[in-house]
């Protein structure tokens, strides 16, 4: 960006707006911001882009995309249990739009300060609209909710309603439909992939009772996956007890499951419990979690069909076929 357009725009639409915390020494308007990290806690990093065209759709809501994009990397530290601080913001414009900066200004602002999180820095240039934002958060040494520690017996949790964002955006690109969805099920859908809820607090609140946990980006059996390769187990799931939202009932089952277990964008936490902890999250936790199996010795991604176990079909799946 011309220099003086640059400072402006940050000026305008960036400085000043999110909340001010006391760990920030240093924030916009030098070459680096200074931050403090406390004592006791580890500095969880995570960085996502999301590109035109690739990542959403050239005629999205502005505000919605802002929400998004913060949305998403919020979604990496609850997988992690952290509590977020600071996020950081390169955006790659191909001209300067003061109606869209508004409005995707407003909403990444808005859900930073939800989480009382500060802008701290960014970088601003001329291209394809491109928007990288990375986050930062705090995580008490050694009790990070890692991919790598399931074990057997271990139960699989999954939060929310799986499918929704698949779903909205098959409708989006008008690839899809189902006569049986009415408008405000069409309409929950897609605004179930344009603004998605990272499930912070509970991320936090597991932290000290599951054994690993991702959030759901790629599809579950993608994103489970990683916990199984990274765990060195494989899991059984329960197909039955998959958490269907409304208006994902309505539509054909079999469609319906292939959304849940492989469309990605949910955004909400796939994670595992030692049994001896099961109680306390379903007593806790129970009203917004569903039990969807549990983590077996045998490599792979399994479904129970009476006494016997079967593998899950699917691409999603290549990779578990020995
Ligand atoms: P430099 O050229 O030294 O990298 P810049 O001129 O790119 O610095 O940015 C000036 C200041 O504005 C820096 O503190 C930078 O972090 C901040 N900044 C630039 N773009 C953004 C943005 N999109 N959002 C927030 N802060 C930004
Ligand atoms: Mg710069």
């Not at 950081?88 to 200004?105: D, I, K, Y």
Request: charged share 20%; glycine share 10%; with cysteine.
């Amino acid at each position: 960006m011309a220099e003086t357009g640059e400072f402006e725009l940050i000026a305008r639409y960036f400085s000043g707006q999110t909340t001010p915390r006391q760990d920030v020494a240093l924030g916009i308007g030098d070459d680096c911001a200074l931050l403090t990290v406390p004592a006791g806690h580890r500095l969880a990093v995570s960085i996502d882009t999301l590109v035109e065209q690739v990542h959403f759709f050239a005629d999205v809501d502005a505000e919605k995309l802002g929400y998004k994009s913060l949305a998403v990397g919020l979604s990496d530290l609850a997988a992690m249990g952290a509590r977020p601080a600071w996020l950081t913001l390169a955006l790659t414009m191909p001209e300067v739009n003061e109606s869209w900066l508004a409005g995707f200004s407003r909403g990444v602002i808005q859900l930073a300060n939800q989480y009382q999180m500060q802008l701290v820095g960014g970088d601003t240039t001329q291209g394809p609209l491109t928007i990288s934002i990375q986050v930062h958060g705090f995580v008490p040494v050694q009790s990070a909710l890692t991919r790598r520690q399931a074990q057997a017996g271990d139960i699989i949790f999954v939060s929310g309603t799986l499918g929704d964002a698949g779903a909205g955006l098959r409708l989006r690109a008008g690839q899809w439909h189902d006569p049986r969805l009415d408008q405000n099920d069409i309409q929950f859908l897609i605004q179930r992939l344009e603004c998605p809820t990272a499930r912070v607090e509970l991320g936090q609140a597991l932290m000290p009772l599951a054994s690993s946990a991702v959030d759901i980006s790629d599809g579950l059996s993608a994103d489970l996956g990683h916990i199984l390769e990274q765990s060195g187990v494989g899991a059984c799931l329960d197909l039955e007890q998959f958490p269907l939202s409304a208006a994902l009932k309505k539509i054909d089952a079999d469609i319906a499951r292939q959304f849940a277990l492989h469309s990605g964008d949910d955004y909400e936490l796939c994670f595992t419990v030692p049994p001896q902890h099961v109680a306390e999250v379903e007593g806790r936790f129970g009203h917004r979690l569903t039990r969807i199996g549990e983590i077996i010795d045998k490599a792979g991604l399994f479904y129970r069909d009476g006494q016997t176990l079967q593998p899950l079909k699917g691409q999603a799946y290549a990779h578990f076929t020995h």
